[in-house]
């Protein structure tokens, strides 16, 4: 309903909608990372990052405490999992200081490769403040 009354969003960009039911579980607000034009289209890695910015950068203004986030562009949008997971952390690692992110994905491979860029950057910076653990209690 909401696509129809405020949409088509542009490929990149992000919105924001009520949690619905997902309130009941502590969601305070659904954040969709706008990755293709329409749906069952093809996506880039340049979309990708630039939703996921926009995302990261909304949550961070509404002062959210955290947020999790699937492998973007990597199912229908065929996009390399190996790829984006390297790139996605990228992103993420500067906004980890300001809430706690859990990167969550039904995709091995995907979590994986997040993990590993995750190991090079704590080896570099020496903390990883990121989980790919979705139960973290």
Do not use: W
Request: hydrophobic residues 35%; glycine residues 10%.
């Amino acid at each position: 309903d909401h696509c129809i009354e405020f949409g088509p969003y542009e490929a990149g960009t992000f919105y924001c909608t009520d949690a619905g039911l997902l309130k009941r579980r502590g969601v305070k607000m659904v954040y969709h990372a706008v990755t293709m034009k329409f749906p069952g289209g093809l996506t880039s890695l340049d979309s990708v990052l630039s939703a996921l910015r926009g995302v990261l950068t909304e949550a961070k203004k509404n002062e959210m405490k955290s947020i999790s986030i699937p492998g973007l562009g990597t199912g229908i949008g065929r996009l390399d999992r190996v790829q984006v997971a390297r790139q996605m952390a990228g992103v993420i690692e500067p906004f980890a200081k300001d809430m706690d992110i859990y990167v969550i994905d039904m995709n091995e491979e995907f979590i994986d490769a997040f993990r590993e860029s995750l190991k090079t950057k704590s080896e570099e910076y020496g903390t990883t403040p990121i989980s790919t653990d979705p139960d973290p209690q």
